[in-house]
């Protein structure tokens, strides 16, 4: 039986959630909430990553048992997800006994069966990262993040992970859908092309006192990863619940960043492999929220904390611009420029003023009463109308299964903008005016039932809002939630249902007002115009994300002289760019130099070679001269 089990990462206890961490969350529950739609039974789980050394840390500088810490810090995972309506089955944290009970199993029995054996190692250690770095990975002494490290030596205990290199490599190309999207599957295979070592999964107690301990040497705790990893299973009763186990492993779908994508795509299915357990059936990395040019995190200090976000344009919306604005896989950028304009283009004028304009004139002109429709009244408007709406069912549908929820919302908000378009070239207020009952009824019956068909789509990205709306239509009790099999037919909305417009669904946000207070002065607006004409604002700016890279490789592009493909390293990942810069460079010149790339571009096919962000370069005539960054910084630092 199809059944849907879908996981976001946990999330380090430690930390404060912001706009990254609400993102994914969000975007499970939004998978989730369409696969009930769907009448798929779903398990949704999230939870708490709990051991290591920063939570260690935190207890320390607290004064408090590490777990007393955890304990303290969870809430605000917990109290988050439940003011952004998400509805996960089950959350876990790796502190729980029913997860570290079921790590120390899998940790004897690997043990027994010389999965894991005990060596002497010696490498360069991210106290930071939690994690060793081969002298190679290492990027002008320090981690390829940037992390400082230092020399370590010591005994530990590792996985034979190296013996599942080719296996793994075998899995991947046989399952195109395991890892996605494409991108992050071939970056997986890139890593995979080096010799695969054997995973280090223990951390001297001395060192690290904050995690599970090995059950076959004291001295020792379990490395995070292992740990972490180990939730998705022993959350569906892994070695404990054989049948709920069954129902829902293999996961269908393990949401990531792709900052977390080696663990997930080459630790985790070794691991399994290792266990004898099937691989879940999709991987899926999506890209960042980025702001002034780089990843939204902690430690860069650039973040939006999504409780005061909510708290000022509704859960609903901010859940709406998260859906609309990025392009799974992809990066985006987040402003509150882009939230504004995004929430008055699509809800306060399209979605919000259609709901209200046509309830209203239910309420006035029709008792509040869903009008009964007369087919003779009805002719090749309602027809496209009717058309249009149920093609945006179809779809959302197709646009869900390939992960493209952005693509399938804009579906659904120009079904919308076609259903504000009937309802203007109808003009019911004129119909009213003249006494066109019949004709006015049937008018104002099929623009509500183009508002239950829509609202039963945008339900599980609003569903606040929606069941509000819904209401207003006059659905009650277990019809506020839709089912799709009821989305997909016109008509089912009953004539004589009680209906009255709701409260403003989406208030504009003025953001002239808005501007003003963010810069807490007051200017005259004509004044203003005149000073800014054909100006961009800094957020339109901070909109690109311009960062340094180091040019990797570079080569001519077959048939096309003045391409070349470049490699280059942005930092936290490589990327291939095609630039039409061969009349002025050899690839040779270009290696080893540090350029500038606007590296949220869409990506494009370029003579048939992928182009995944531009080099800029200045160009005089025929004259071309690439920029490059004096100083040294490292590769991926925002240029701005
Ligand atoms: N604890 C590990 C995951 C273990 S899963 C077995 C971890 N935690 S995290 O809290 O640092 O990150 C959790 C997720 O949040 C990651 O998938 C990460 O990509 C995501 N995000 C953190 N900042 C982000 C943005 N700025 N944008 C989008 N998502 C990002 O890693």
Redesign the pocket.
Same mark, same amino acid.
């Given at each position: 039986m199809e059944r849907f089990y879908i996981t976001?990462?946990?999330?380090?206890v430690n930390?404060r959630p *912001?706009?990254?961490?609400a993102?994914?969350t969000i975007l499970a529950d939004v998978l989730a909430r369409y696969h009930r739609l769907l009448g798929i039974p779903v398990h949704f789980l999230t939870g708490t !990553?709990e051991h290591g050394q920063k939570v260690w840390e935190a207890a320390q500088l607290a004064g408090i048992p590490p777990q007393a810490q955890c304990d303290r810090t969870v809430v605000r995972f917990q109290q988050l997800w439940e003011q952004l309506a998400i509805t996960h089955d089950d959350f876990i944290r790796t502190t729980e006994p029913r997860h570290t009970a079921v790590v120390q199993e899998i940790l004897a029995e690997l043990h027994e069966r010389d999965e894991i054996y005990s060596a002497e190692y010696e490498g360069w250690y991210s106290v930071s990262e939690e994690r060793f770095y081969t002298e190679k990975e290492l990027v002008d002494g320090r981690s390829p993040e940037g992390k400082p490290v230092q020399r370590i030596r010591e005994t530990n205990y590792f996985f034979r992970m190296s013996r599942y290199q080719q296996w793994l490599i075998d899995y991947i190309e046989s399952h195109p859908e395991f890892i996605q999207p494409e991108q992050r599957r071939n970056e997986t295979l890139g890593f995979l092309r080096q010799p695969l070592g054997d995973l280090c999964i223990s951390r001297p107690r001395s060192r690290m006192p904050w995690g599970i301990e090995l059950p076959f040497d004291r001295d020792y705790v379990c490395y995070v990863?292992f740990d972490?990893?180990v939730?998705?299973i022993s959350a569906v009763g892994y070695r404990r619940d054989e049948e709920t186990f069954r129902r829902w492993w293999p996961a269908d779908c393990h949401l990531?960043?792709? !900052?977390?994508l080696t663990? *997930?795509t080459v630790y985790w299915p070794t691991m399994l492999h290792a266990m004898g357990l099937e691989m879940p059936r999709t991987i899926f990395a *999506?890209?960042?929220?980025?702001s002034g040019g780089s990843?939204?995190?902690k430690s860069t200090g650039n973040v939006t904390d999504p409780i005061e976000m909510a708290d000022r344009h509704g859960v609903d919306a901010l859940r709406y611009y998260l859906m609309a604005d990025m392009t799974l896989g992809q990066d985006a950028v987040f402003t509150e420029e882009g939230f504004a304009l995004r929430y008055n283009a699509d809800l306060a004028n399209d979605l919000g003023n259609l709901a209200s304009r046509v309830l209203r004139l239910v309420e006035r002109h029709r008792d509040g009463r869903i009008p009964h429709p007369d087919e003779t009244a009805a002719g090749p408007a309602e027809e496209t109308l009717r058309r249009a709406v149920l093609a945006a069912v179809g779809e959302m549908e197709r646009r869900l299964r390939a992960m493209q929820i952005d693509r399938g919302l804009a579906a659904v908000i120009g079904a919308v903008r076609e259903t504000n378009r009937y309802v203007d070239q109808s003009a019911p207020w004129t119909l009213a005016k003249e006494g066109a009952t019949t004709r006015l009824a049937t008018v104002l019956y099929h623009a509500c039932e183009a508002l239950r068909i829509v609202s039963g789509l945008l339900f599980p990205v609003m569903p606040g809002k929606m069941a509000e709306l819904r209401a207003s239509l006059g659905l009650t009790g277990e019809e506020i939630a839709p089912r799709l099999e009821r989305l997909r037919v016109w008509g089912e909305l009953e004539p004589g249902r009680p209906a009255s417009a709701p409260p403003s669904l989406f208030p504009r946000i003025d953001r002239r007002a808005h501007d003003t207070a963010a810069r807490g002065a007051a200017r005259r607006p004509a004044a203003k115009k005149a000073k800014t004409e054909g100006l961009i604002s800094f957020q339109e700016f901070s909109r690109l994300a311009l960062r340094t890279a180091r040019v990797l490789e570079a080569e001519p592009v077959a048939g096309a002289d003045r391409l070349l493909k470049l490699t280059v390293d942005l930092g936290d990942e490589r990327r291939q760019i095609v630039a039409g810069i061969a009349p002025a460079y050899a690839p040779d010149d270009l290696v080893g130099r540090t350029v500038v790339v606007v590296a949220n571009l869409e990506p494009a096919t370029i003579r048939g070679v992928r182009s995944e962000g531009m080099l800029l370069a200045a160009r005089q005539g025929d004259r071309l001269g690439i920029v490059t960054v004096a100083g040294d910084v490292a590769p991926g630092s925002a240029v701005g």
């Open positions: 976001t990462p946990i999330y380090y930390d *912001h706009i990254g961490h993102y994914a !990553d990863w972490a990893l939730n998705y990531i960043g792709k !900052d977390i663990t *997930h *999506h890209g960042w929220w980025l990843k939204m995190s």
